[in-house]
T-cell receptor, first 112, second 116 residues
Framework: DAKTTQPNSMESNEEEPVHLPCNHS???????IHWYRQLPSQGPEYVIH???SNVNNRMASLAIAEDRKSSTLILHRATLRDAAVYYC?????????????FGQGTILTVHP | EAGVVQSPRYKIIEKKQPVAFWCNPI?????LYWYRQNLGQGPELLIR????????DSQLPKDRFSAERLKGVDSTLKIQPAELGDSAVYLC??????????????FGPGTRLLVL
């Protein structure tokens, strides 16, 4: 199975940028990188995904390393509502098609 | 657009009893997933459907777990008999059919199961 590695926890202050790292040690050339987040008592929520190029959407930015062995989720201005568990994953073809493999995730704490 | 609907939200049963979870995916989504999430862990895929066909059930404990997706819409996940270790949150997700792994999965709120 695809394996990702993330820090267990990170902290930020409100209004400051947050950079959440992820290592994708087993990623292949056709695997997409996905990020989801999960608030307490809710199902995971899609944040962003990308293949090779950096991606931006209204929620966040995704920076993908040139060798694709690492990615960084960037929250440009953290708010209290961004406090959640953030999961990185990868999906692609073959046996991992459509399969999100979640690690333990990073617990993000945002201080007012 | 309505999201993924799951019921019940909570279920408490005694061990060896059967239990069933129901999921209604987002309209038009052909792919449906069941995940199990243990406390403090990320979700783990149990089974994936493409329409009515289970295309990946390699992680489903088939001795006690079963699932069905009749008519390619709603799905039911069953455990019979339940064991203490089955206590977890059972999540359903759906996505449109797309190639290459870039599709977004939309998750329901989950069913929290407690086996006593």
């Amino acid at each position: 199975d695809a394996k990702t590695t993330q820090p267990n926890s990170m902290e930020s202050n409100e209004e400051e940028p947050v950079h959440l790292p992820c290592n994708h040690s087993t990623i292949s050339g056709t695997d997409y990188i996905h990020w989801y987040r999960q608030l307490p008592s809710q199902g995971p929520e899609y944040v962003i995904h990308g293949l090779t190029s950096n991606v931006n959407n209204r929620m966040a930015s995704l920076a993908i390393a040139e060798d694709r062995k690492s990615s960084t989720l960037i929250l440009h201005r953290a708010t209290l509502r961004d406090a959640a568990v953030y999961y990185c994953s990868q999906t692609g073809g073959g046996t991992s098609y459509g399969k999100l493999t979640f690690g333990q995730g990073t617990i993000l704490t945002v201080h007012p | 657009e309505a999201g993924v609907v799951q019921s019940p939200r909570y279920k408490i049963i005694e061990k060896k009893q059967p239990v069933a979870f129901w999921c209604n995916p987002i309209s038009g989504h052909n792919t449906l997933y069941w995940y199990r999430q243990n406390l403090g862990q990320g979700p783990e895929l149990l089974i994936r459907y493409e329409n009515e066909e289970a295309v990946d059930d390699s992680q489903l404990p088939k001795d006690r777990f079963s699932a069905e997706r009749l008519k390619g819409v709603d799905s039911t996940l069953k455990i019979q008999p339940a064991e203490l270790g089955d206590s977890a949150v059972y999540l359903c997700a759906s996505s449109r059919v797309a190639g290459g792994g870039g599709e977004t999965q939309y998750f329901g709120p989950g069913t929290r199961l407690l086996v006593l």
